[in-house]
C-alpha cells in the first residue's frame, strides 16, 4: 500500500492531484484542516491510499508545489480507521457544502476566492446575512455588466475592481447625516431617545458643547427624565458647569410651552428616560409627542455593541417614536461595526452621530459613510475612501 498526503488549497485540489499522480483508485482515506504551522503548504491536508504489491514499502510523502518529498509516516490504517475517514471526509463535504450554500449567491458557488471572501468579510462584521448576500451579489452583477462578457465566469474576474464594486454597492445602501433639526427655522430642537444607559444624556452634553458653546449658539437644554429619583440632576450639574439654560419637565404640555418660551434660542436639546421594551407603552404620550412634532428631530440613541438581533428589535420597538435619525455610541466597546450599516440599510434612516468614549465633548463624531466602510471594512483593507 502506498500513502501520500497532499497540501492544497481544496480538498477537490488535493484530489485532482492525487488521481493524476497515483492514479484513479487513488483513495482518499483522511481529510484535515492543515494546522495552522503548516498552512502555506495547503488549505487542507488530504492523505490518499493505493494499494500496492504485498511488502511494498510503506510510505508518505508531502507535495509541495513543483516538489515531491518523501516523509516517514505511521503504519497503513486498519480497514475500521479507514471507513471512519471515509466518513469524516463525508462529513467534511457535507459541511463544506452546507457553508457554501448559505454564503454565497447560487450562481457563484465555488467560482470565485474573492466571492466568498467578502461575504465572510461582511458577515465577520456581523452585517446581517441577507444584506451581506445581496450586496456581494450585487457587486458582482455591477462588475459583470462593466467588465465581463455576458456568460464569463466570474472566477476571472480583477479582484481590486470586485473590492471597489463591493465599496459601492455597501456605500448605496444607507446614507448618513449629521444636520442638527428639521427644517430651516429655528430653533433647532433635537430630541435624544432610547434604551436605558445607551449614552443618550452624556451625547447629548456632547452636541450642545460641539454645536452650541463652541460656535457660540444660545442653547437650552431639556429634561423630561423624571421617572428616576434624581435623574435629571446629571444634565442639571453638566448646564450650570457650561453655563447653559436647563429646565425639567415632566408632562408634555409643560415641554412643549417650554419650547414656546425659548424660541430666541438657537438650539434646544431634549433628554428623555430611558426607556426598556416594556416601558415604550408606558411612554405613549411622550411618543406622541415626538412622533408628531414635525420641528423635532429625534435621534434614536443606540448602544453599538448591542447584540444584532437586540439591535433591530430595539430599533423596531422606537419606531413608534417615529426617529429620523440614528445615533450610535459606544464604538469603543464592540470590533463588529456591521450593525451599524445593516441597521442603517434595514431602516432607511440616516446616521448621524457615533460616540467612542466618555469623554465630553472629545469623544463625538459626525457620522460619515467613509467612516462607516472603513470600520466595516477594515480587516478586508479595501480602500473604502475611494468609492464612498
Ligand atoms: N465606553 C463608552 N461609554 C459611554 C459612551 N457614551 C456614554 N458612555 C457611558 O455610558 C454610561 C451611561 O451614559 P448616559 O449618558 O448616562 O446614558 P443614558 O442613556 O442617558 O442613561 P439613562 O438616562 O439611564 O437611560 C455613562 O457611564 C457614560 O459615560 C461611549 O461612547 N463609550
Ligand atoms: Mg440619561
Aim: aromatic fraction near 6%.
Amino acid at each position: 500500500m502506498k500513502i501520500k498526503s497532499y497540501y492544497a488549497r481544496t480538498v477537490e485540489d488535493a484530489l485532482a492531484a492525487a488521481r493524476q499522480e497515483m492514479g484513479e483508485e487513488a483513495m482518499l482515506v483522511n481529510s484535515r484542516k492543515t494546522p495552522l504551522e503548516a498552512r502555506h503548504l495547503g488549505e487542507y491536508e488530504v492523505v490518499f491510499a493505493t494499494v500496492g504489491p504485498v511488502g511494498a514499502a510503506t510510505e508518505a510523502s508531502l507535495t509541495l508545489p513543483g516538489e515531491s518529498k518523501m516523509i516517514p509516516t505511521a503504519p497503513p490504517p486498519d480497514r475500521l480507521s479507514m471507513e471512519v475517514a471515509e466518513l469524516k471526509k463525508e462529513l467534511e463535504g457535507m459541511r463544506r457544502a452546507i457553508t457554501r450554500t448559505a454564503c454565497a449567491p447560487a450562481q457563484w458557488v465555488g467560482v470565485s476566492q474573492d466571492v466568498s471572501d467578502a461575504y465572510a468579510t461582511l458577515t465577520g462584521a456581523e452585517i446581517s446575512a441577507e444584506l451581506a448576500r445581496e450586496v456581494v451579489q450585487a457587486a458582482g452583477d455591477r462588475l459583470q455588466g462593466q467588465r465581463l462578457p455576458l456568460g464569463r465566469a466570474p472566477q476571472r474576474m480583477d479582484g481590486a475592481a470586485f473590492g471597489r464594486a463591493l465599496v459601492e454597492e455597501l456605500s448605496s445602501r444607507f446614507t448618513a447625516d449629521a444636520t442638527l433639526g428639521r427644517g430651516p427655522g429655528q430653533p433647532k430642537i433635537v430630541a435624544l431617545v432610547g434604551p436605558p444607559g445607551c449614552g443618550k444624556t452624556t451625547t447629548l452634553v456632547k452636541l450642545a458643547v460641539n454645536y452650541g458653546l463652541a460656535a457660540r449658539r444660545p442653547v437650552l437644554l431639556l429634561s423630561m427624565d423624571t421617572y428616576r429619583v434624581a435623574a435629571a440632576d446629571q444634565l442639571r450639574s453638566y448646564a450650570a458647569i457650561l453655563g447653559v439654560g436647563f429646565q425639567v419637565l415632566d408632562t408634555v404640555t409643560s415641554l412643549a410651552q417650554a419650547i414656546e418660551e425659548n424660541r430666541g434660542k438657537e438650539l434646544i436639546f431634549i433628554d428623555t428616560p430611558g426607556l426598556g421594551y416594556g416601558e415604550l407603552e408606558d411612554s405613549a404620550s411622550l411618543g406622541h409627542f415626538l412622533s408628531t412634532r414635525g420641528d423635532i428631530d429625534t435621534h434614536l440613541v443606540l448602544s453599538a455593541s448591542m447584540k444584532p438581533a437586540d439591535l433591530s428589535r430595539m430599533v423596531d420597538a422606537f419606531g413608534i417614536l417615529r426617529p429620523q435619525h440614528l445615533l450610535f455610541t459606544k464604538l469603543d466597546e464592540t470590533a463588529s461595526y456591521g450593525p451599524i450599516l445593516s441597521e442603517a440599510a434595514r431602516t432607511g434612516k440616516p446616521l448621524s452621530f457615533f460616540t467612542s468614549g466618555q469623554r465630553i465633548p472629545e469623544d463625538l463624531e459626525v457620522a460619515s459613510k467613509e467612516r462607516v466602510l472603513d470600520l466595516v471594512l477594515a480587516v478586508r483593507g479595501v480602500q473604502a475612501r475611494s468609492a464612498a
